[in-house]
């Protein structure tokens, strides 16, 4: 059990005013008095200061995983709704009176055939079978149309939580969207507050987000915890900003006692601690494979918690049995014909973010491939997860690759090429996948002049344009359009251009019955060029994958190396603050923090001194590690 110095850190605690007492000018006698009545307050402090204890139970990013997963390194499986219900009931009948709260912070929908079978209804049906109290919404869980996501609300036993979610037209909520949810449970008023990604709508295909806008929530959360105290005693917050997000907000309010965090698929062993009180930052991975469990203590005189514990349950079927009679209900929901065997790996493709990893570079050969394009380019965050190695079904082409989201071809130059590539170094990480070209990139250079070399293909003689395959997504949020450009088919451009010329001659001999030959002429031409040709069909990106392991037979490697990094460290002991800025995560305020700590304390002995500076911790750190040295 951790413990929170829940009396020192008051401003009004009586060991601070007993401190600020005894080190006046009073007499000695005077003090002992003093001292005896302040103790004897806090002792009665303690005999009646009301705790209260609470279990919570966490989920994030299920991304309607109703099955075990698979992991790829092991091809052993784990998770799934039914080993979820069973460590709930579990825990339920462990805690023999102890109030249990169960929540999920979002991406509860899109990311298995089974979900996509019938549009999230499956998953809320056993998310409310197994109890859950109140879900946040990510921005995955508008994948089916924010009017399905409505109708699931309705058939749902908890409620949906953000408070950042408004109509267009008016400044009020969706009516299915609540901001919060207080909870009373056994004397301990909870306030359960949820927040959405305010980027949701750019992640998004438009006509799904289409009438609702997504707003920063920090002035909405600012006046739900002015509350605190008098309608409510601790705070959670079920939040799909990511753990960045989540460690801004913790700083920002101290009234928040835990956040659960969600969206970019954490696994924290253990709750962070940010800001000044501190607020627990909790996350449990993705897909339904682990639950979090926080057990804590509150004092409700101080309306904060005093102590805790907490554990990052990896659902092992071993370990921790499903539930049988759900087990058999998500069974029923299996959709059977993604069991299908397509091809066979040697190898097992591995995915990670914010680097190049086989499991995207397989896609983006893929995509190039199959639409006979010269270079194909995806985004790294569209490639869901990795590869097993033995035998493919469509299943693990359907996890990888989730999305009903079609190839887009368009011609580039190398300029625009670079431009695209550097752009993406912004964040100084990998967030594009490549195929048919290779660029050399260092990670110390300027924003703007950080790729030093593409390797393109060769172009045939008086070709200057490349034919670049994308995914209609990310063709969307390169060009800002909702839709991909209309393609212009010669025989349409034929049949507009006869309606022309025939137009033209009716106009200047001034014939009758002008429009209705105009019709006949274009559509008897029309008719004669859609029979001898017909619009090339929409490939789905997730087809194309198919098409190329069937083609392919046995993947026996993928290349890698696209990305070539040169490496220049950065010498934390006397690098200027834009050189700092260059770093991933680190900003103009922990560059500043940096130097001034170098200021004050004198030179770094290790890199790993670095930590030291307010805002540094591990998980920055971890990012910037291999970019630095003291030398």
């Not at 759900?326 to 959709?335: G, N």
């Not at 026996?556 to 460290?569: L, P, Y």
Request: overall charge positive; aromatic content about 10%.
């Amino acid at each position: 059990m951790r413990f929170f110095p829940a009396y020192r850190d008051c401003e009004h605690s009586p060991h601070k005013v007993a401190h600020q007492i005894l080190s006046g000018s009073h007499s000695r006698l005077f003090k002992r008095v003093l001292l005896f009545i302040f103790y004897l307050v806090l002792f009665q402090g303690f005999l009646y200061s009301e705790y209260k204890q609470l279990t919570i139970l966490h989920t994030n990013d299920i991304h309607g995983h109703i099955l075990p997963m698979k992991d790829i390194k092991t091809g052993e499986y784990s998770g799934g709704l039914a080993a979820i219900y069973g460590y709930i009931k579990n825990v339920e009948k462990q805690l023999r009176g102890i109030p249990l709260l169960v929540f999920d912070s979002g991406d509860f929908l899109e990311g298995s055939p089974e979900d996509k079978k019938t549009k999230g209804e499956t998953m809320i049906r056993l998310l409310s079978s197994a109890g859950y109290d109140a879900v946040a919404i990510g921005n995955h869980d508008f994948a089916y149309s924010e009017r399905r996501l409505s109708f699931l609300e309705r058939i749902a036993s908890f409620p949906f939580l953000s408070c950042n979610i408004f109509l267009r037209r008016f400044e009020v909520q969706p009516d299915y969207i609540k901001p919060y949810k207080d909870f009373d449970v056994r004397g301990l008023r909870i306030r359960v507050v949820g927040i959405s990604h305010p980027g949701t709508a750019f992640m998004n295909d438009p006509a799904n987000v289409k009438g609702i806008k997504f707003v920063n929530p920090e002035p909405i959360l600012k006046d739900i915890l002015k509350e605190k105290g008098k309608q409510f005693d601790i705070c959670i917050v079920l939040s799909h900003l990511g753990s960045k997000g989540d460690i801004a907000l913790a700083n920002r309010f101290d009234n928040i006692d835990v956040i659960l965090g969600g969206h970019d698929h954490k696994i924290f062993e253990e709750p962070l601690k940010v800001g000044r009180l501190p607020t627990l930052i909790c996350q449990a991975g993705a897909y339904g494979q682990r639950i979090g469990r926080l057990d804590i203590q509150i004092d409700t005189d101080l309306n904060r918690i005093i102590s805790y514990k907490y554990s990052l349950v990896e659902l092992k079927p071993e370990l921790y049995p499903p539930d049988k009679d759900i087990l058999s209900e998500a069974e029923s929901f299996r959709a059977k014909n993604y069991d299908t065997v397509i091809g066979k790996s040697d190898v097992h493709l591995w995915r990670k973010r914010g680097v190049e990893h086989p499991a995207g570079n397989f896609v983006a050969d893929a995509i190039r491939q199959i639409s006979g394009s010269d270079i194909s380019i995806i985004s790294s965050s569209a490639v869901r997860y990795g590869l097993p190695s033995g035998e493919i079904t469509l299943r693990d082409i359907f996890y990888i690759f989730p999305f009903e989201d079609s190839i887009v071809s368009v011609q580039m130059d190398e300029d625009r090429l670079k431009q695209i590539l550097e752009k993406s170094l912004d964040r100084a990480d990998i967030s594009l996948l490549i195929s048919g070209i290779s660029v050399r990139w260092d990670i110390s250079k300027k924003r703007g002049h950080r790729v030093l070399n593409i390797s393109l293909p060769e172009l045939p003689e008086g070709k200057d344009l490349y034919r670049v395959a994308l995914s209609n997504f990310f063709y969307r949020r390169l060009y800002r359009r909702s839709k991909p450009p209309p393609e212009v088919l010669i025989r349409d451009a034929i049949v507009e251009y006869v309606r022309v010329v025939i137009d033209h001659l009716y106009r200047r001999f001034k014939f009758s019955h002008r429009q209705f030959f105009i019709s006949m002429t274009a559509n008897i031409v029309a008719d004669h060029l859609y029979r001898r040709s017909k619009p090339p069909p929409e490939i789905l990106i997730r087809d194309a994958i198919v098409e190329y392991v069937k083609g392919v037979g046995k993947i026996q490697s993928v290349q890698t190396g696209r990305w070539d990094i040169v490496i220049s460290k950065v010498n934390i002991n006397n690098a200027s603050i834009k050189k700092l800025m260059g770093l991933p995560g680190i900003g103009k305020t922990l560059a500043g923090r940096i130097i001034e700590y170098r200021e004050k304390q004198g030179k770094f002995n290790h890199i790993e001194d670095i930590t030291n500076v307010k805002g540094i911790g591990k998980i920055r750190f971890e990012k910037i590690q291999s970019q630095i040295t003291v030398q």
